[in-house]
């Protein structure tokens, strides 16, 4: 009679749960305010559509996004409770709204970056300000033109790796040397055998208020490179398999061990470390004008309240900056110098506008028009954070209208909303030709394609390290100009945005963009 019961039991459970599943795809299917939003039916059913493409074909979502846009149209329902809008019109309506409209994060894109507490991790719009407004004087345009400085320094330690390069005659990693010189987040670290060490970068000093040299070491750049990689690669997987990471979490060290990557390992050790920066700060009376430090300034601010100080919060602030910054920025200068040496015209036409203009300030060579125009094209292709950072409005219904059919789409309160990266930079109608790397689109009226352009997001939610992030660059190519350097089994695939692990990622196979310096140019 148990044995019956029991059998009786377990059919009734699964029956249940049938019923409910069955439920779910018929409210999503049918009963869905996204209902109408046209699009592939398997993905409005299950987010597994989602997960196909970002997992198991890795990274490739955001391309079957744009093809989807071609066969549906502007708007298209891209998950059970998410919409992809291509309208580039529609950007302000999304991303800027205006200072009284309310702009939230999709909590379940945050959560799968396990950095709750960090500004990107506020998913309010109000916690989101309150959390920015505490860092903005620290990256705003008149810091950085102060940092402007360092920033030199770093540009002479790259001058001295070049004529060391080309007094051996040896090949550089031009991807591993940028980001170790554009590594302006916070802090970060990577294993060189068994000893855990931490990068050096302009922010490093700014942010914490000391300095390792990891420009001098190529290979601990190339490890740290790799770590982040290995890291950002995860985000994926987290996203879909949130429950994994709660296993391993659960598992012993020995156990746990087995079942993650190197490079993570390493990146929870940088955790850890971090952790032991920011305690160190915490603990500290230590508020001397030498020390600039943002975190000291942090922990000193009379206008944050307690719980925006805590070991925790700080911790995720440190790991945010690293994670969001530190390849992004450097590959927009990978990608400026690797299409300056594969057209020498482009190069020629910097190298004349360099020789003709004022002294190599950063205030002077921001007004290079040729210069800056490198600058937008590198940025446009290398599409910032790749990720489709979906915005919600909380408390209003948005609508969108398809410019052909004239078909309003209501999109409730609640519901994600976005626009990729590769979606704005590859439009064909502000971007002709948009894969050829081409700065003459940005001179003249092309300026005014600057609105179109998502690499450092919009709105209030926009990189609050863009400026420092375009200063890095223009500085850094303004240094391409001066020196006469060969790539080396080196081709545009290298480059090229293959793969979405929430940044560009090129072929999987990628050894980075490789070169030799010939000599320098006067």
Not at 61 to 70: A, C, M, R, S
Not at 203 to 226: E, I, K, S, T
Request: charged share 20%.
């Amino acid at each position: 009679m148990a044995f019956v019961t029991l059998s009786n039991l377990f059919l009734a459970l699964a029956g249940a749960q049938l019923v409910r599943i069955l439920y779910t795809l018929f409210s999503r299917s049918l009963l869905s305010p996204l209902a109408k939003v046209p699009g592939p039916r398997l993905a409005a059913l299950t987010s597994w559509y989602e997960c196909y493409y970002d997992v198991f074909k890795p990274g490739q979502y955001v391309f079957k996004i744009k093809q989807l846009h071609e066969q549906y149209g502007p708007i298209v329902r891209i998950t059970p409770r998410e919409v992809s809008v291509s309208d580039l019109e529609f950007l302000d309506t999304l991303y800027s709204p205006g200072p009284h409209a309310k702009r939230n994060k999709d909590i379940e894109k945050v959560k799968a970056l396990g950095i709750n507490s960090s500004i990107g991790g506020a998913v309010e719009h109000d916690l989101h300000r309150k959390r920015r407004e505490s860092l903005n004087p620290f990256f705003s345009k008149k810091r950085v033109l102060n940092l402007a400085p360092q920033i030199q320094n770093k540009i002479s330690q790259l001058e001295d790796i070049f004529l060391t390069s080309h007094n051996i005659n040896g090949v550089i990693n031009l991807s591993d040397l940028y980001f170790a010189f554009s590594s302006e987040q916070v802090i970060t670290v990577m294993l060189l055998r068994t000893r855990m060490l931490i990068d050096n970068s302009v922010v490093n000093q700014y942010c914490f208020g000391h300095n390792q040299n990891v420009l001098a070491n190529p290979a601990r750049a190339a490890d740290m490179r790799n770590n982040v990689a290995a890291v950002l690669r995860g985000v994926k997987f987290n996203l879909h398999f949130s429950w994994v990471r709660s296993v391993v979490r659960m598992l012993p060290p020995s156990l746990a061990g087995r079942w993650v990557p190197q490079g993570v390992k390493d990146m929870l050790k940088f955790r850890r470390i971090i952790r032991q920066e920011v305690q160190q700060i915490l603990d500290s009376k230590d508020s001397s004008e030498n020390r600039c430090s943002i975190f000291v300034e942090l922990r000193d601010s009379p206008t944050l309240p307690a719980s925006e100080k805590t070991a925790q919060r700080l911790e995720d602030e440190a790991t945010l900056l690293v994670m969001a910054g530190t390849e992004s920025t450097a590959k927009s200068i990978c990608i400026a110098h690797y299409y300056l040496l594969a057209d020498t015209k482009l190069m020629t036409k910097l190298r004349a506008e360099l020789s003709a203009g004022p002294s190599a300030t950063l205030t002077d060579l921001d007004q290079l028009p040729y210069l800056h125009a490198i600058a937008l094209e590198a940025n446009r292709l290398s599409f910032g954070l790749t990720g489709r950072n979906p915005r919600v409005a909380p408390e209003e219904t948005l609508e969108y209208e398809n410019p052909s059919s004239k078909i309003i789409y209501k999109l409730p309160p609640g519901t994600p909303i976005s626009t990729s990266t590769l979606l704005a930079h590859t439009n064909e109608t502000m971007f002709p030709d948009p894969w050829t790397f081409d700065p003459d689109r940005w001179l003249g009226q092309g300026t005014e394609k600057k609105k179109y352009m998502l690499a450092f997001s919009k709105g209030p939610r926009q990189c609050i390290g863009m400026h420092l992030a375009d200063a890095e660059l223009i500085m850094a190519i303004a240094e391409m100009g001066t020196w006469d350097i060969e790539l080396v089994g080196t081709d545009e695939r290298d480059v090229r945005f293959l793969h979405d692990y929430h940044i560009a990622t090129p072929r999987l196979d990628s050894l980075g963009v490789r070169a030799r310096v010939v000599g320098r140019v006067r």
